[in-house]
């Protein structure tokens, strides 16, 4: 297996455990760290489709947006607005200040809307990026 291979198959292999987990903490209620899993989980798998499309390593970024410029990826005005806005839960699950305003306004409404959102990105990238 070479180091490219190697590598993608832990972006895959750690995005799928980075959903799990995402879906499980949706469960415990615990909202601002389902929505940091599923930045993460996206990220992932982001990185992944970069290594395969590019043949070089992915850039060193959290920007979903960005990841899925390096990728060459086609994408709908929705699916830009949706990643843009996935990143910021990277962000704000990360640093202190950022952290108490993002979870009161991580609600269960709108982390399952979220939650929703990353599932069908997942789901779609998948379908038309990672098919063998």
């Given amino acids: 297996m070479s180091e ?3 590598t993608i198959a832990y972006y895959k292999e750690s995005s799928e455990k980075d959903w799990k987990f995402a879906k499980k903490l949706f469960e415990d209620k615990e909202f601002g760290y389902c929505l940091f899993f599923c930045h993460l989980a996206t990220e992932k798998l982001l990185k992944a489709i970069v290594v395969i499309q590019t ?4 850039e060193y970024t ?3 947006f960005r990841l899925a410029e390096m990728a060459g990826l086609s994408l709908t005005d929705d699916q830009i607005e949706n990643l843009k ?3 910021k839960f990277n962000i704000a699950g990360r640093y202190e200040d950022e952290k108490w305003e993002f979870r009161k306004s991580a609600t269960e ?6 939650l929703a959102i ?3 990105l997942i ?3 998948k ?3 990672l098919k063998k």
């Fill in 127 to 129: 379908e038309n990026y």
């Fill in 118 to 120: 990353t599932e069908n």
């Fill in 4 to 6: 490219f291979e190697k």
């Fill in 62 to 64: 959290h920007s979903l």
């Fill in 55 to 58: 043949n070089a390593p992915a």
């Fill in 85 to 87: 806005t996935i990143t």
């Fill in 123 to 125: 789901l779609w990238l």
């Fill in 109 to 114: 409404e709108y982390t399952q809307k979220y």
